[in-house]
């Protein structure tokens, strides 16, 4: 009986990897569809506070303002460039920009099985996209707008050029590496982590020294060419100075950004995210360095560098996670496919054990379950929760509707000066610490006071990020930023009365007036 059971086991195996490798090209259209459909489910969430920013800045750089002069942010100019084209070609449509962002991250899982492909077989291309495409932090974040997802789709895209210019030794495949580590930078300064990678791994494969620095040289090339038209624009609109100052200098401030493994406690909290998918993608890793074969190297110094990236972020956020999960589905498609063979070898194999076997072959079928039905779980209560953006959108209607065209209002999230096509004065788009450091929130209330703000709209989020006390002194270790945030939410709540609701839960939007105006 036992034997039987393996057999068919044995022979279930086979039809699929004979099914795989020659019918991948039908099962990844499946694949890319069912991704895509899944992400559409989740198009009507709410408004996050950095996509709020993106769309808002987008938004008035069509109206004529400056990125970084007239409008402060430290994250690099990419997406709201991008946000702006769109809306310069259609007009403020939110939901479009969405799709783009969603079409960018199933394109992107198509990249990584084709990578998974050259570097291994079809097999281990399609357990990868798989992965990318079904992993629940970069689903859910993909279907906002984030620099992450853009950001690794042009890092995809490099790493599979540089693949086949390494093959075949070829400069254009280098130039386009090049120009393609440049825009992923544009998307997110981490981006051009990826250069160094490639460095590394070329000194590691001891090429000729003239062959290095020739691909080099053109790599960089490429890579120039990308970056200084947006130099060259800055320069036009005089705001090169607060471009270099936003990008770069202010992510180093203390209470902000990039510091190298600022808190050892991120390298749990990446764990905690996804445990089972984590363990399967760090078993890949450890597989790939008992191989030890050359692109599997080089997919190892990906993960390892984006992985000591994201942990050495002061505030790991999981749109974050976003830029290692490239990296990790091939990981994990190269470990799955491994332990598909070893079990095929196993279950031939006349001298092993039947138990031996069993044992794989059910720990497999084990992960497997357990990991689909938490991927599941996780799609099942995000879809029926997280359908917020209608009841921003009432919002921001109430308030067109009680107040003038030019009337000030105030919220602490730019998602609302988006939806009322409002301009902030005070010049804060969300009051997380840096941004507090750069402009300061004690003097709120005499803003509000001077300026007779009748209306402002906080809601779920910006209550537990925002004017939660307790998100500074924990995660920026900021007393004093803390105290400053207790004292000006108090001070809302004390001189603004609730005057409507809408939504509920997480989802809840809150209209505050003020008593005296």
Not at 204 to 212: A, C, E, I
Not at 303 to 310: E, W, Y
Not at 442 to 451: G, K, R
Request: net charge neutral.
């Amino acid at each position: 009986m036992k034997s039987t059971g393996l057999g068919l086991f044995n022979l279930l195996i086979t039809r699929l990897r004979t099914l795989i490798e020659r019918k991948y090209n039908y099962l990844m259209i499946i694949i890319l569809v069912l991704g895509f459909l899944l992400r559409i489910g989740f198009i009507s969430r709410a408004i996050g506070r950095d996509e709020a920013a993106f769309l808002y800045y987008g938004w008035m750089i069509v109206k004529g303002k400056v990125l970084y002069r007239d409008l402060f942010n430290q994250k690099a100019p990419g997406v709201y460039f991008t946000v702006a084209l769109i809306f310069l070609l259609v007009g403020k449509q939110i939901l479009l920009v969405r799709i783009v962002s969603m079409f960018l991250s199933t394109i992107t899982a198509f990249v990584v099985f084709k990578i998974g492909y050259k570097i291994n077989n079809p097999l281990t291309g399609i357990i990868s996209a798989l992965f990318f495409i079904l992993e629940p932090v970069t689903l859910r974040r993909s279907t906002m707008v984030f620099s992450e997802t853009f950001m690794v789709f042009f890092m995809a895209l490099a790493v599979y050029f540089y693949i086949l210019a390494h093959k075949k030794n070829n400069s254009w495949y280098y130039l386009i590496v090049g120009v393609l580590i440049g825009l992923s930078t544009i998307m997110r300064q981490t981006g051009i982590i990826l250069a160094f990678v490639i460095i590394l791994h070329r000194l590691y494969v001891r090429h000729p020294l003239k062959n290095l620095l020739q691909s080099m040289g053109v790599l960089i090339a490429g890579f120039l060419m990308s970056i200084i038209p947006i130099v060259v624009y800055f320069i036009a609109v005089n705001a090169l100075n607060d471009a270099i100052y936003s990008i770069f200098f202010f992510n180093l401030s203390p209470s902000y950004g990039f510091t190298l493994l600022r808190r050892v406690d991120n390298i749990l909290d990446v764990f905690l995210k996804d445990p089972i998918l984590w363990c399967i993608g760090l078993g890949g890793l450890l597989l790939i360095i008992e191989r030890r074969k050359e692109w599997h190297i080089f997919l190892a110094g990906w993960f390892i560098a984006s992985f000591i990236l994201v942990i050495s972020l002061s505030t790991p956020y999981g749109h974050y996670y976003i830029q290692i999960m490239p990296a990790f589905s091939l990981l994990g498609g190269i470990l799955v496919e491994r332990l598909l063979v070893i079990s095929e070898e196993l279950v031939d194999s006349a001298s092993q054990s039947l138990l031996y076997p069993n044992i794989i072959n059910w720990l497999l079928v084990v992960l497997l379950l357990i990991g689909i039905g938490t991927i599941g779980l996780e799609l099942y209560f995000d879809m029926k929760t997280s359908h917020g953006l209608p009841y921003q959108i009432e919002a921001a209607e109430y308030v067109k509707t009680h107040t003038a065209p030019d009337e000030i209002i105030f919220s602490p999230d730019s998602a609302y000066y988006l939806l009322t096509d409002r301009q902030n004065k005070y010049r804060i788009e969300h009051l997380a610490a840096g941004h507090i450091e750069a402009f300061g929130i004690s003097d709120l209330p005499q803003y509000l006071e001077e300026e007779q703000v009748r209306y402002i709209i906080i809601d779920y989020n910006i209550e537990i990020w925002n004017f939660n006390e307790e998100h500074y002194r924990t995660t920026f270790n900021d007393e004093t930023r803390a105290e400053e945030v207790k004292i000006v939410y108090e001070w809302i709540l004390n001189n603004y009365e609730i005057e409507a609701t809408f939504g509920s839960g997480t989802d809840m939007v809150k209209i505050y007036r003020s008593s005296f105006w």
